[in-house]
Nanobody, 112 residues
Framework: QVQLVESGGGLAQPGGSLRLSCAASGFTFNTYAMSWARQAPGKGLEWVAG????????FYADSVKDRFTISRDNAKNTLYLQMNSLKPEDTAVYYC?????WGQGTQVTVSS
């Protein structure tokens, strides 16, 4: 069955960095476009970034552009999100997504 397992979340200070990973299994990873989404406390789901199956193009929400970088390693069936210059408003549960499949999420908290 399809599994998406996120990791790498935690507590970071404003201006700091974190790198999220999403280990995928149960489907042909290198044929799926992938994305990250997040949900802040008391708010709706927000799409964050996307990447084509062959990494030929990437896309970002305006709120994270120039701070976050999405990437993938198809040999390792893994999706990444490098988050730099973190802000308190980046605090959220972050999910990786493959079409209709979602991971369980990883908590990111940005606070001093």
């Amino acid at each position: 069955q399809v599994q998406l397992v996120e990791s790498g979340g935690g507590l970071a200070q404003p201006g700091g960095s974190l790198r999220l990973s999403c280990a995928a299994s149960g489907f042909t990873f290198n044929t799926y476009a992938m994305s990250w989404a997040r949900q802040a406390p008391g708010k709706g789901l927000e799409w964050v970034a996307g990447i084509y199956s062959d990494s030929s193009d990437t896309f970002y929400a305006d709120s994270v552009k120039d701070r976050f970088t999405i990437s993938r390693d198809n040999a390792k069936n893994t999706l990444y999100l490098q988050m730099n210059s973190l802000k308190p408003e980046d605090t959220a549960v972050y999910y990786c997504k493959a079409r209709q499949y979602w991971g369980q999420g990883t908590q990111v908290t940005v606070s001093s």
